[in-house]
């Protein structure tokens, strides 16, 4: 589903005189990996999306909610108030978490969710006006199975629910002129890109750390990146643990060029699903770029800075694949494709690992490079 439809409305202008304003509590939800389900099994995706309706028609109306509309794999819904939106997100999470449970693993699906709360204006049944781009973005911002709340949300329900979550860094939204900040509910811990620990050294142990510190970088000069890595440490600078995508390209092959963009879906939902606690997923990827000044559809602009983007963004290790046609070996019977893979580390701007994976399909260099990639991760942080 495009995200940029949520992107800033001209017609807004027209309704300002003629439309109805309201505050209310907007949710978007968002079937995570949807693509790539429909590529590898047509039947399977709809009936996940069939599933996710039925859920939606069972709870928003009970919490007083209002479904706007469906809007393939997702949805566009308002509450009354920002505590009955995320009660609903919750049971919501709920449910699907005791369907999938039921069912085989091919047929899980999981979403993500955006709420927050502001002013709407009403047209022939539906809704628009900023709150509305900002549920959609912020919805970008949650991981798979979480619910992300912009900070008017959470102000709201902080003192009258109980909230297992984490709090973000002031986040710079696609299309939104302030930064805002989002409260994640649902992760396991303090995994996303986006967060920032609190926490600094006391005031007793700081001038020893700066004396440390100094005292290192005049012995280890010469060993820069070790150097900044340290001080970073010393002064409580986040150390970023997270895997990202930087970009699938091809070869000058039509044939490959056509299979990249399926390629990506399917590594995005396997790596989101096998490594939760590390991987970012390619439309927050998309946001962290925006947010330091990369426009990721400009991907020579994006190739000449990629370590310095990631980094900023809370990304320790940026993984880059080409797609080629196989050079087919008469002593061996291989695919056709290959699919070359880096692993470069942002920090020291050095590659970890490269490989390659050969195969007749996305789904099948995707089922070759799984194995590759979860061997290496658990020795990287």
Known sequence: MDKSSF?????????????????????FCDIVGYSAKMDRDEAMAMRCVNSFEDL??????????????????????????????????Q???RAISERNEALDEHDHFKVRVGIHL???LDKNGDIFGEAVNIAARIQTIA?????????????????????????LEPTKLKNIAEKIRIFVIGASSSHH?????????????????????????GVLIWKWNFVTAFWSVAIGEPQPNHVGLL?????????????VGTLTEEIDFSMSERLANHWINKDSMLDVFGSVGIDPSELEQLKRQPCAAAKEGGIAYAMTCKLLPAQLDTQKERGHWELRTSLVCTRTRTIVTAFSVQGDSPQELVQQLEPRIEKVIPNLF
């Open 7 to 27: 992107g800033p409305c001209e017609a807004i202008m027209d309704l300002q005189n003629s439309g109805s304003r309201r505050l209310v509590a907007v949710m």
């Open 56 to 89: 939606l028609g069972k709870y928003v109306p009970q919490f007083e909610g209002r479904l706007i509309k469906l809007l393939g794999d997702g949805s566009l819904s308002e509450f009354p108030t920002a505590a009955q939106a995320v009660n609903c997100a």
């Open 91 to 93: 049971e919501l999470l």
């Open 118 to 120: 502001g002013e709407v």
């Open 143 to 167: 991981e798979p199975g979480t619910i992300a709340l912009s900070e008017a949300v959470y102000a709201q329900v902080r003192n009258r629910m109980s909230l297992d979550g984490h709090l």
């Open 193 to 217: 890109p986006l967060w920032r620990p609190h926490g600094r050294l006391n005031k007793v142990w700081r001038p020893l750390a700066l004396v440390a510190a100094i005292l290192i970088v």
């Open 247 to 259: 970009w699938v390209e091809s070869a000058e092959d039509p044939q490959a060029q056509a299979l």
